[in-house]
C-alpha cells in the first residue's frame, strides 16, 4: 500500500511538522497501526478510509504517534487532506469522522487548507509545584486544556524565555495528562505572527512537538482574550518551525496552514 510522509503546517520540504498518511480500505488490528506508526516514527500518523455516502462524515480517521492512539491531532488531519486533493482521492471539502466527533478541512485556491476543530476549554489552575524547575522558566500562569487535549497551557514572560527553553523533559511528564504548551506573546507585533509556543509531550513518546495544531485550539482563544482579536497567528518555535492562522468562532476554531508532500513510497509489511 502507498505510505506519504507530508510536512505539515508550512509550505516547504524540511520544515513545519511531519506525519505519516495511509489511505486504507478498512481499519486494520491496532496492534498493526501502533507497528506502523513506531516504524514511521514521526509525532503522529494518520489511517483513513472512505465512508460510505449519504452519511456525516466521508473518510474515517484515526492517529497514533510512536507509542499510543491520540483523541485529536491538527498536523496530521491536515496532511490527511492534502493527500486526499493532491492526489485527486477527494475533491472539495473533507469531513472525517474521529474520536473527536466529525471534523471538516477545506481546501482553498492559493492551496491552504483550513481545519475546523473543537475549541478547548480552557480551566485556570494552581502552577503544579515543580514545574518551573522541569521546564527552566517561571511560568505566569497555567491552564488546563480539557481531557479532549490533555495539556497544561502556561504562559512564560516573553518570547525569547520560550525559545530559549531546555526542559528536563522527564520531570515534565509528571505536571500533565499529555504535555505542556509553554507560549508568550510575540516580541514584535509586526513580525507576521501574534502569539509563540513550544510543545513537549513527553507521555505520548513525543518529547518536542514540531508544529501542533490542536495546541492551537487552546492557544487561539488564550490568546484572542489577551490581545483582543478573533483572527491572529501562532509561530512554533520549535527547531523545524511552523506558522498557523487561528480564528476563534466561539466553540469551534480554525486552523489554517500548507502542507508539502516530501515521500511517496509503497509500505511492504
Not at 507497528?35 to 480517521?61: C, I, K, Q, S, Y
Not at 518551573?132 to 511560568?139: D, M, N, R, S
Not at 514584535?188 to 505520548?204: A, E, L, W
Request: glycine share 10%; proline share 7%.
Amino acid at each position: 500500500m502507498r505510505i506519504r510522509i507530508v510536512d505539515a503546517f508550512t509550505d516547504r520540504p524540511f520544515a513545519g511538522n511531519p506525519a505519516g498518511v495511509l489511505l486504507l480500505d478498512a481499519f486494520p488490528a491496532d496492534t498493526w497501526l501502533q507497528r506502523v506508526a513506531l516504524e514511521v516514527n514521526h509525532a503522529e500518523t494518520a489511517f483513513a478510509h472512505r465512508l460510505p455516502e449519504g452519511g456525516d462524515a466521508d473518510w474515517a480517521l484515526r492517529w497514533f504517534t510512536p507509542a499510543t492512539e491520540v483523541a485529536l491531532c491538527g498536523h496530521a488531519t491536515l496532511a490527511t487532506a492534502h493527500v486526499l486533493h493532491s492526489t485527486g482521492a477527494h475533491e472539495g471539502p473533507v469531513r472525517f469522522a474521529t474520536r473527536s466527533g466529525v471534523l471538516s478541512a477545506t481546501p482553498a485556491e492559493d492551496g491552504s487548507i483550513t481545519l475546523d476543530f473543537p475549541t478547548a476549554p480552557l480551566t485556570s489552575v494552581e502552577i503544579p509545584d515543580g514545574l518551573a524547575e522541569a521546564l527552566g522558566a517561571e511560568p505566569l500562569t497555567a491552564f488546563d486544556t480539557g481531557p479532549a487535549i490533555g495539556d497544561l497551557v502556561v504562559e512564560l514572560a516573553d518570547e525569547k524565555t520560550v525559545v530559549g527553553l531546555a526542559p528536563d523533559l522527564r520531570a515534565l511528564g509528571a505536571a500533565s495528562e499529555r504535555g505542556i504548551i509553554a507560549t508568550a506573546r510575540a516580541q514584535d507585533p509586526t513580525g507576521g505572527y501574534d502569539f509563540v509556543s513550544r510543545c513537549f509531550f513527553p507521555n505520548i513518546g513525543i518529547d518536542e512537538d514540531p508544529v501542533t495544531g490542536s495546541a492551537h485550539t487552546a492557544l487561539a482563544p488564550y490568546w484572542s482574550e489577551r490581545l483582543g482579536g478573533t483572527v491572529l497567528t501562532g509561530l512554533q518555535a520549535s527547531p523545524r518551525s511552523g506558522r498557523v492562522r487561528t480564528e476563534l468562532r466561539g466553540e469551534r476554531t480554525l486552523l489554517t496552514g500548507r502542507a508539502v508532500t516530501v515521500v511517496d513510497g509503497e509500505l511492504l509489511a
